[in-house]
């Protein structure tokens, strides 16, 4: 029988498998590592590649990034998870980070602006916009594109950060390149009947959705507008499964439109940290 970890009363057998390996997942992970997590924790990511970020978790003890095995499929009653190649994860918590997808195809040339999806683009976009400001020595204008709560944010970092933003719902068909420097910024966009817009740089924001499908596979309760539904503690409707990022949905809006991920991550690395100190048993009889 193995003695208990040190400074803690977690089991060093708890298991926490991750869904998703984009920021919230990692920032989860980090958190947990910072607490010194005892257990092992699985991160199961739909993505074939392997950044450096990831390559970077996977070298903790005791995290196991398994790339291009997403996970399809959740028997919450036996506690496991099954990846899309027939792989099958047994867990004490499931945390379901699958992100959101947009609903539309990408605008043509959308990769040479900025975009709106989460909170945590609020500094990037910030960032983005002071190398414009410095470069053209004046007051921007922005077009910004979408409708609905991720535009409204982007509107407000675009203004607190002095850019005249002039906004558009319609959908552009492309957009053309600017000639800033940073290359970060596009500057015009071109609509389907031959108009345009012209600015200094273009921000979209337009509508995504939750990627919730894997929530179906379990029952758990979603969101009419979609997204997991989680309590303020990220737990879902079953428990043993918690949801985190853009995939979870709070009082109906998506998470990453509320939270920060390193916020959401610390917050629900201790909400995990806590449950698991109650062992199995109780955790069966929540």
């Not at 995290?63 to 291009?68: D, P, T, W």
Request: glycine share 10%; charged share 15%; hydrophobic share 50%.
């Amino acid at each position: 029988m193995s003695a208990p970890a040190p400074s803690t009363s977690i089991s060093a057998a708890t298991r926490i498998v991750i869904a998703g390996a984009g920021p919230a997942a990692q920032a989860l992970v980090r958190q947990l590592d910072l607490a010194r997590f005892p257990g092992t924790i699985t991160v199961l990511s739909n993505r074939d590649d392997t950044p450096d970020e990831l390559l970077d978790l996977a070298l903790l003890p005791q995290v196991s990034v398994r790339f291009g095995q997403p996970a399809s499929h959740i028997d919450a009653v036996n506690r496991t998870v099954a990846t899309a190649d027939g792989m099958e994860f047994a867990y004490d918590h499931l945390v379901i980070a699958t992100g959101s997808a947009p609903v539309a195809n990408p605008v043509e040339g959308a990769g040479q602006c900025l975009n709106y999806s989460t909170i945590d683009d609020a500094a990037r976009i910030a960032e983005a916009v002071g190398q414009v400001t410095r470069e053209l020595g004046r007051r921007p204008l922005g077009i910004l594109v979408g409708n609905g709560a991720a535009a409204g944010q982007a509107e407000a970092v675009l203004r607190a950060r002095g850019v005249r933003p002039i906004r558009t719902t319609a959908r552009p068909a492309a957009v053309v390149p600017g000639k800033s420097v940073s290359g970060l910024a596009a500057s015009a966009v071109i609509f389907e009947d031959g108009s345009s817009m012209s600015g200094d740089l273009v921000v979209l924001a337009e509508e995504r959705v939750s990627r919730d499908d894997l929530a179906a596979t379990a029952g758990l309760l979603t969101a009419p507008t979609g997204g997991i539904v989680i309590s303020q503690d990220f737990r879902t409707s079953i428990p043993g499964i918690w949801a985190i990022g853009d995939a979870a949905a709070f009082d109906g809006v998506r998470l990453g439109l509320l939270v920060a991920a390193a916020s959401a991550a610390g917050a629900c690395a201790s909400q995990l940290l806590t449950a698991s100190t109650a062992g199995p048993v109780l955790q069966a009889a929540a």
